[in-house]
């Protein structure tokens, strides 16, 4: 039982008796440590095993464990979500406790939460309603009534989505009709069980002699109303029988009510406790858990004091790739290459994840993806094309398209303004709402459809084309249907929050600009803060293959306006840590830029070598000339780096544009630097590149064969490259 653990998961698995509480970082196999403990207890005989409850948040995560338990001998063990527990105590203790039968659970609460905004006379759109569901979720899981909701919100500086006096209204009206027809709500199954633990103690002792031992998972996420009900379960004792399991780095849903405090707390609740820290990881290289640890050590506040430094237990792979593209599609169709590439090599699509901040930006990888046959899935949200405001889109836009001369698009000068006119009519505005929620989704989505438009019409002019609404619905349409195969195996599209508690091989963590991530509403220091968790999670999704990404501008010839979010800083190649610290590889954070040259990064115009022009095409600005101009490329030098390119990425098993991209070589073999600085200010050549491949690039520019690694001798003879 004990024999494949590691000496910290040993620890957790043999303290049977609590409280215990295990800080797991990403990756270190907590839920191993947990599920062995309980399987232990039981075979030990220290636990029957109808006297164990384990409690985690989702459905699929509490079936893993089950499935888990049943392999390591421990059947009979009971292992369910916080909500599923307490309904099933409810529904046992309701007739004795209260009297008559259960109230009737409501499954969604969205259809009686507008009926009481039209009690209150409120006009909700529907997206409306969704975020107004979801304030009143939150105020029931951190215990609010009604009339303390508005003080709350002051108090936290929440970002309400509409007037919190409003909310607070619906949420009186809702939880009156709901009592009225005798219902109850996923929130209500929670307050009423600990509310009749409380009040009975009689059944409460029938509760805690049932059961004797508690283990919760992801602890981070607790929220006030569960923790009350955990101290009925556990009883006066605390937590004598509680073993909790967190990593308050991974607290991304405090916007549903969730805190670390408790998991961080812990301590200080029980003085006895033991404490278990797992910090080696078993999932990602040493280089994804590097840029992970970097991330953290900028962090700030109360969990980040608690931070854990991960420790890879994997093979060295491939750097962190950080990509910078002049334009949304741009970076989309490349992210999309770059996929067909790693497909093409032998790695599964469904070892493959693109994450985004927002569903918003799912769109565009969509498209991407499809053009180039890559199949794909949506997690966590509805496809585009079939998302309720892009479907009522499409009914508005075909509308105005048999219409032929509709009024609501007179005077629009393109075919974006009658686009944007035509959607105007279901509230779609030039700038984005504020605050987050579902109101912001719909207008990204709506966003998403103008920007389709304005691409739409700029491929068509280049094509010596014109276009009017008719033919952009019709684009639409072929669109739809290209995304609407059956589903198959393919690569994840997700957000960030989706992808908790998942990994793949291969991610790509797009979009990572100033306003995106962190998210522009995003204006406490712990939203801050919380903001780089989220992305602290997505680069701990990754095994093996981490790619890091942004734009600098929406659309293709826009202002190159953006920035890359500030949680790059002092971790991609060319930019500075906050506080001007560097960190060193196996320190605390940061990440090792070695020697660089001050005139690395070019600013301003890349006008061309040839003929002066600004440049503004990406490969153009890294050759630093036309296309059209005459080359002074050494054709001989850039295929010797074509040969020894090949035979770095076979013997690091990457795509070879992880070593270098062919523009990259081009510029090379332009320039034929002659020293490290030379080649340090070539576009293309970052630090961490320099260290590891520049005296083999410099050799091969003086004409030379690079020192051969002993690695790459094979049977007498150098690798064969192809």
Sequence with gaps: MLAGLDPEQRAVATALHGPVCVLAGAGTGKTRAITHRIA????????????????????????????RLRQLGADGVQARTFHAAALRQLQYFWPRAVGGPVPQLLERKVQLVAEAAGRCGLRVQRTELRDLTAEIEWAKVTQLAPEDYPAAV?????????????????????????????NIDFEDVLLLTAAILEDRPDIADQVRSQYRHFTVDEYQDVSPLQQRLLDQWTGPDGGASLCVVGDASQTIYSFTGATPDYLLNFRGRHPQATVVKLVRDYRSTPQVVHLANGLLAQARGEAARHRLELVSQREAGPEPVYTEYEDEPTEAETTARRIKELLAAGVRASEIAVLFRTNGQ??????????????????????????????DAGVLLRGAARAGDDPLTDGAPDLAGQVRAVLAARGFTPEPPAGSGAVRDRWESLAALVRLAEEFERTRAADGQGTDLAAYVAELDARAAAQHAPAVEGVTLASLHAAKGLEWDAVFLVGLTEGTLPIIYAKTDEQIEEERRLLYVG?????????????LSRSPGGRASRKPSRFLDGLRPGSAMPGARTGARGGRGGVELGERSA????????????????????????????ESCPSTMDEGLYERMREWRARQAKKQGVPAYVVFTDATLMAIAEDVPANRQELAVISGVGAMKLDKYGADVLSLCAGEEPEEDPDDVEDGGPVDPA
């Design 539 to 551: 680069v701990t999704r990754a095994r093996k293959h981490l790619t890091l990404s942004w734009a």
């Design 154 to 182: 002051a108090k936290s500086g929440r970002d309400a989505p509409r007037d919190p006096a409003e909310t607070a209204q619906v949420y009186r009206v809702y939880e009156e009709t709901k009592s009225r027809r005798g």
């Design 362 to 391: 799912s769109e565009v990888y969509e498209q991407a993806l499809a053009d180039l046959g890559v199949p794909y899935q949506l997690k966590g949200a509805e496809r585009f094309f079939e998302r309720p405001e892009v479907r």
């Design 40 to 67: 232990y207890g039981v075979r030990s005989g220290v636990y029957h095993p109808q006297q164990v409850l384990a409690v985690t948040f989702t459905a699929r995560a509490a079936g893993e464990m089950r499935g």
């Design 599 to 626: 005139a690395r990064r070019v600013r301003g115009p890349v006008k061309c070598r040839v003929c002066e022009k600004v440049l503004t095409e990406a490969v153009e600005r890294k050759l630093r000339r036309c």
